[in-house]
């Protein structure tokens, strides 16, 4: 089989916020399932996000109103101000829209955030290589509306007609708080795809009781889920999870709490962006990662008809995803 060289459509800048909280004993995330008629991916569950909008590049604009100073910020979400910030804005906005959960807090009298300096735990010097901390950098719908305000109620979290985000900050004095965020990785779709983006995938813990909700528009379901239950669940068909979303939730199975997936997430070296390579099959796909052996090669040999009995069990090391049936499955590479 021989990739055929085209010219790749650009990819849309995009950010994507990746919801964890600890309850009980397990680590959750909380995963949404796009609508059956979204263009791309339909019906899969992913992490919330979207596209990067005009306002979220007005960087002066934002600069007032996160919880991060253009020092700290490097530092904390991989990136300047200038670069990072509207990746960051997006990210907010799209969980918001999408799922109800607004990552904010109101702003003080004079400037700058009415909450505690706790709700910069995340990116303070304290959190790092310190698993034995009790400052957790959890965050919640923080900015003292009520659950009948417009902002909260998913009818209204983008009205026709209404505040944009943008406006909304201003008009509610609203700091972002970018400081409960990570950067945690950068996925670019294959470029043998027609649809294409470049996300920047943040982070950040919640409290074990938060409370979200699909707007039932882009996205139809939600849930809270531990990394192994929904890995199992995309095994057996029943809960098929985006490539992204796969692989951070088996990254996530490393890690025995939230705790330890924090201090992580804080002192990790930035990865490298993933833009996996999809090599077409007479049914469905197979999408190599980077780390795979066969990934620069043009030409490659594949067994269709084994590639059932090839696919791993969960927490198997991987770096292949078998597409079939609408769902991707982890398969072992048969030559390494």
């Known amino acids: 089989m021989s990739i055929v060289p085209q010219q790749p459509p650009p990819p849309t800048p995009s950010a994507t916020l990746i919801l964890v909280r600890q309850n009980e004993s397990e680590m959750e995330l909380y995963l949404l399932r796009r609508s059956a008629a979204s263009r ?10 979207g596209r990067l909008e005009a306002e979220d590049r007005d960087t002066d604009f934002w600069l007032g109103h996160v919880d991060l100073s253009e020092k700290e910020m490097p530092a904390a979400l991989n990136g300047r101000p200038e670069t990072i910030l509207p990746f960051a804005v997006a990210a907010i906005r799209e969980t918001w829209e999408e799922a109800g959960v607004l990552l904010a807090g109101p702003m003080a009298r ?11 735990d995340f990116n303070s010097p304290s959190f790092r290589r310190r ?4 400052a957790f950098p959890e965050g919640r719908i923080k900015s003292g509306m009520t659950e009948a305000d417009p902002c909260t109620d998913p009818a209204n979290r983008r009205p026709a007609g209404g505040l944009s985000f943008k406006r909304l900050a201003g008009t509610r004095d609203l700091i972002l708080s970018t400081s409960k965020m ?5 996925w670019i779709t294959p470029q043998s795809m027609p649809k294409r983006f470049d ?8 409290k074990r009781n938060q409370r979200c909700r699909p707007d039932n528009r882009e996205t139809v379901d939600g849930i809270w889920i531990s990394p192994r239950e929904a890995l199992t669940k995309n095994s057996d068909g029943s809960l098929p999870l985006s490539p ?13 709490d939230l705790r330890e997936m924090v201090v992580e997430a804080r002192n990790r070296t930035w990865p490298a962006a993933i833009t996996p390579r999809l090599w077409p099959l007479e049914k469905g796909g197979l999408l190599v990662q980077p780390w795979d052996p066969d990934y620069e090669r043009d030409t490659v040999r594949v067994d269709e008809y084994r590639l059932q009995k090839d696919v791993l069990p969960v927490g198997a090391p991987f770096s292949r995803l078998w597409l079939s049936g609408g769902v991707f499955r982890p398969v072992r590479n048969p030559d390494s």
């Open 40 to 49: 791309f991916m339909p019906g899969v569950y992913v992490f919330p996000g």
């Open 110 to 120: 004079g400037g700058g955030p009415a909450t505690a300096p706790a709700t910069k």
């Open 131 to 134: 698993p034995e901390s009790s």
């Open 182 to 186: 990570a950067y945690w990785s950068r």
């Open 199 to 206: 996300t920047c995938f943040f982070i950040a813990p919640v």
């Open 244 to 256: 992204p979303a796969l692989v951070t939730l088996h990254q996530m199975l490393s890690f025995a």
